[in-house]
């Protein structure tokens, strides 16, 4: 199985501020990877998919990049509605796995 | 807009079987471009891929739950189901229904997910 860790566990910061996110793949996984947002309470919600293509409708301050083993998503300049849990999820074999998640707190 | 519904029993005793059903509105379930997946999360913890199902039955299942899980579709009333047999307490979960397009999963629509409390 592929084992996703994501880094780091929290973190806290301000709005305006440029974050990024960093997950690792335990083996290559290629460019299947996505990102969702999740808040208290709700379901998560697609951000990227395939490493680095915006959802439709998520705003453009959130990007992702990277292939094979490392990937990371930004978020340019931090919103209130920004603060949530971030999930990494793997698409590339069975059984698809998720991080364990990041939690974005206000600073 | 595509909407997903979960229900089913709150509470599930040990041993028993957990039965969910996620109800689709606003597209049809028989539509060749996607597959229809369910996920869960333990209280406070990450999310764990269960399974997922297309329209004309095939399904696919995460292997460490595979021995215990069944998914089906009704087609007719735009429904599937989940079945988790001898079910523990670490079954305890909120489980979500969730469209992913193709065989990729990328969930891009979610059900609201709902508490399943196994508890005698």
């Known amino acids: 199985d592929i084992q996703m860790t994501q880094s780091p566990s929290s973190v806290s910061a301000s709005v305006g501020d440029r974050v990024t996110i960093t997950c690792q793949a335990s083996q290559g996984i290629s460019s299947w990877l996505a990102w969702y947002q999740q808040k208290p309470g709700k379901a998560p919600k697609l951000l990227i998919y395939?490493?680095?293509s915006l959802q439709s409708g998520v705003p453009s301050r959130f990007s992702g990049s990277g292939s094979g083993t490392d990937f990371t998503l930004t978020i340019s300049s931090l919103q209130p509605e920004d603060f949530a849990t971030y999930y990494c999820?793997?698409?590339?074999?069975?059984?698809?796995?998720f991080g364990q998640g990041t939690k974005l707190e206000i600073k | 807009q595509l909407q997903l519904q979960e229900s089913g029993p709150g509470l599930v005793k040990p041993s028993e079987t957990l039965s969910l059903t996620c109800t689709v509105s606003?597209?049809?379930?028989?539509?060749?471009?996607?597959?229809w997946g369910w996920i869960r999360q333990p209280p406070g913890k990450g999310l764990e891929w269960i399974g997922s199902?297309?329209?004309?039955?095939?399904?696919y299942y995460n292997p460490s739950l595979e021995s215990r899980v069944t998914i089906s579709v009704d087609t007719s009333k735009n429904q599937f189901s989940l079945k988790l047999s001898s079910v523990t307490a670490a079954d305890t979960a909120v489980y979500y229904c969730?469209?992913?397009?193709?065989?990729?999963?990328?969930?891009?629509?979610w059900g609201q997910g709902t508490l399943v409390t196994v508890s005698s």
């Open positions: 606003g597209g049809s379930i028989s539509s060749s471009t996607y597959y």
């Open positions: 395939a490493a680095s």
């Open positions: 969730a469209r992913h397009r193709g065989v990729t999963p990328y969930f891009d629509y």
């Open positions: 199902i297309f329209y004309l039955g095939s399904t």
């Open positions: 999820q793997q698409a590339n074999s069975f059984p698809y796995s």
